[in-house]
């Protein structure tokens, strides 16, 4: 049987992969197609936002596929084939969206590098998700970032209506510093679906490409997506490399914290702003995404997921319908230096219903909680 097409969607905290993601499921050109995310932390919300949307999809266990579940990963893939082939339903594409701090070369070097998987899957594109707004810096501050960049074919710049033309002709060139090769698309407000439909040809018969990109990343580290490419049918060529940047992954993670909550109290909107002011007196930038599944009291709309990127709140997305059986709202924090127990304190801001109230720490915010609450 032929293998199936498959499509790795990686991109940094916040880009907007679960938003490009779902504006394909969207489509009619999703039909077939299943979906296999990531996420960091105790609590789920992404396969939450998608469940509407996906015939097929699979959340696998916290962590990074990078760092803890390649092995998972090629289970995964395994199963959801054979699965399908014996209950007779057409699967004609697999899409796997990583976890935001996810480093690609390890993935690869388990879709290209492993015989099982090779003959099951067929790696046709690598896309990533690069935000206009903070897509420079974020490439400058973090390696993981700026390795995304480097391991795609196609760039897909995200919330281009937030940037202004010198803002996004920055982030156009960034990309080409790192990797010269990629085709550079913008997109607004999931637009751009597209993206994820078949290319001319797969990672692995790239090897101009994957030449070209191993000379233009610092250290040369793309030098074993280069060797993993050449040598894709043996199943362990090239593992002694991608052990040693699975240990670089891991190395670059642990500065990185994820914290996550449930949240039972009433939630309000102005409760919503204050909480976010705080968040961002506190961390600045340090806060490299914040997600967040809301049952908000008293609202026109009730069901919302919000999100926030470093000192940037985006609107939020309302949902028909609470998308799963806890009733409990969540969120999850993703940044450098969080401290548990100061955000489990801030969460006290989201019962405030008074628009207008901006404390900034947790004394201040004692100082404006209604009693007894």
């Given at each position: 049987?032929?293998?199936?097409?498959?499509?790795?969607?990686?991109?940094?905290?916040?880009?907007?992969?679960?938003?490009?993601?779902?504006?394909?499921?969207?489509?009619?050109?999703?039909?077939?197609?299943?979906?296999?995310?990531?996420?960091?932390?105790?609590?789920?919300?992404?396969?939450?936002?998608?469940?509407?949307?996906?015939?097929?999809?699979?959340?696998?266990?916290?962590?990074?596929?990078?760092?803890?579940?390649?092995?998972?990963?090629?289970?995964?893939?395994?199963?959801?084939?054979?699965?399908?082939?014996?209950?007779?339903?057409?699967?004609?594409?697999?899409?796997?969206?990583?976890?935001?701090?996810?480093?690609?070369?390890?993935?690869?070097?388990?879709?290209?590098?492993?015989?099982?998987?090779?003959?099951?899957?067929?790696?046709?594109?690598?896309?990533?998700?690069?935000?206009?707004?903070?897509?420079?810096?974020?490439?400058?501050?973090?390696?993981?970032?700026?390795?995304?960049?480097?391991?795609?074919?196609?760039?897909?710049?995200?919330?281009?209506?937030?940037?202004?033309?010198?803002?996004?002709?920055?982030?156009?060139?960034?990309?080409?510093?790192?990797?010269?090769?990629?085709?550079?698309?913008?997109?607004?407000?999931?637009?751009?679906?597209?993206?994820?439909?078949?290319?001319?040809?797969?990672?692995?018969?790239?090897?101009?490409?994957?030449?070209?990109?191993?000379?233009?990343?610092?250290?040369?580290?793309?030098?074993?997506?280069?060797?993993?490419?050449?040598?894709?049918?043996?199943?362990?060529?090239?593992?002694?490399?991608?052990?040693?940047?699975?240990?670089?992954?891991?190395?670059?993670?642990?500065?990185?914290?994820?914290?996550?909550?449930?949240?039972?109290?009433?939630?309000?909107?102005?409760?919503?702003?204050?909480?976010?002011?705080?968040l961002v007196c506190r961390y600045g930038k340090?806060?490299?995404?914040?997600?967040?599944?809301?049952?908000?009291?008293?609202?026109?709309?009730?069901?919302?997921?919000?999100?926030?990127?470093?000192?940037?709140?985006?609107?939020?997305?309302?949902?028909?319908?609470?998308?799963?059986?806890?009733?409990?709202?969540?969120?999850?924090?993703?940044?450098?230096?969080?401290?548990?127990?100061?955000?489990?304190?801030?969460?006290?801001?989201?019962?405030?219903?008074?628009?207008?109230?901006?404390?900034?720490?947790?004394?201040?915010?004692?100082?404006?909680?209604?009693?007894?609450?």
């Amino acid at each position: 049987m032929s293998a199936i097409e498959c499509v790795l969607l990686t991109g940094f905290l916040g880009s907007g992969k679960t938003t490009l993601l779902n504006a394909f499921l969207r489509s009619p050109q999703a039909r077939g197609t299943a979906v296999v995310i990531n996420e960091v932390g105790d609590i789920g919300i992404d396969q939450l936002v998608l469940a509407e949307v996906a015939e097929n999809l699979l959340l696998l266990e916290s962590g990074c596929l990078c760092c803890t579940l390649t092995g998972t990963l090629r289970e995964t893939l395994l199963d959801l084939i054979a699965n399908s082939r014996r209950n007779g339903y057409a699967l004609t594409r697999i899409v796997i969206e990583t976890t935001g701090l996810a480093e690609p070369l390890p993935i690869l070097h388990s879709l290209l590098g492993d015989k099982a998987l090779t003959d099951a899957v067929h790696l046709s594109q690598v896309v990533v998700t690069v935000d206009a707004v903070n897509g420079v810096e974020q490439m400058q501050r973090h390696p993981e970032c700026a390795r995304q960049v480097a391991a795609a074919e196609l760039a897909v710049i995200t919330k281009s209506d937030l940037a202004g033309p010198e803002q996004r002709a920055c982030v156009h060139d960034a990309i080409r510093q790192i990797n010269p090769l990629a085709e550079c698309v913008e997109a607004v407000a999931g637009q751009g679906a597209e993206a994820l439909l078949p290319r001319d040809a797969s990672v692995g018969r790239q090897q101009a490409r994957a030449d070209a990109l191993a000379g233009h990343v610092a250290g040369g580290q793309l030098a074993a997506f280069r060797k993993l490419a050449k040598q894709a049918d043996a199943a362990r060529d090239g593992a002694e490399d991608g052990d040693a940047y699975l240990g670089q992954a891991k190395a670059y993670h642990q500065r990185i914290r994820t914290e996550s909550f449930y949240i039972d109290g009433p939630i309000h909107w102005p409760g919503v702003a204050a909480w976010w002011h705080m968040l961002v007196c506190r961390y600045g930038k340090d806060l490299l995404r914040c997600k967040g599944l809301l049952r908000v009291a008293d609202a026109s709309h009730p069901y919302a997921f919000i999100q926030g990127v470093g000192e940037f709140f985006h609107p939020p997305q309302y949902l028909s319908d609470w998308p799963d059986a806890d009733p409990r709202s969540r969120v999850i924090c993703i940044g450098v230096g969080l401290e548990r127990a100061w955000l489990q304190s801030s969460l006290r801001a989201l019962r405030l219903d008074e628009p207008g109230l901006r404390p900034s720490t947790l004394d201040e915010l004692d100082s404006v909680l209604p009693e007894n609450n």
